[in-house]
């Protein structure tokens, strides 16, 4: 019963006013990055969430792809602000993506 518990759990986010959450157990394909290190040493109280201080509308971007590996951008600007969220996420994968 405890391992089905770690494996629903979440990560709740507030990034620049917009909110998120991560399942821990999708955030933890990405243990190099910022985000998860900062996630998974944070101890919260049930539903509060951990505030980034970054361009919460770029973000949804980046949750697009914890979710899914993929990319779903057409726009130059949304590419360069991507670009930018990754690397300051140290989000490796995404990272390579941009080549």
């Known amino acids: 019963m405890a391992n089905e518990c770690a494996l629903t759990e979440t990560f709740h986010?507030?990034?620049?006013?917009?909110?998120f959450s991560v399942p821990k157990s999708q955030l933890a394909q990405f243990q190099d990055s910022v985000l998860y290190k900062e996630a998974s040493s944070q101890t919260q109280p049930e539903g509060s969430r951990l505030?980034?201080?970054?361009?919460?509308?770029?973000f949804r971007h980046v949750h697009y792809f914890l979710h899914t590996s993929k990319l779903a951008l057409t726009?130059?600007?949304?590419?360069?602000?991507l670009y930018e969220q990754a690397s300051a996420f140290q989000l490796a994968p995404l990272l390579q993506?941009?080549?």
Do not use: M, T
Request: hydrophobic share 50%.
């Open 75 to 81: 726009s130059s600007p949304d590419l360069e602000l």
């Open 51 to 58: 505030f980034i201080d970054r361009d919460g509308f770029a």
């Open 13 to 19: 986010f507030n990034v620049g006013g917009w909110f």
């Open 97 to 99: 993506v941009f080549g």
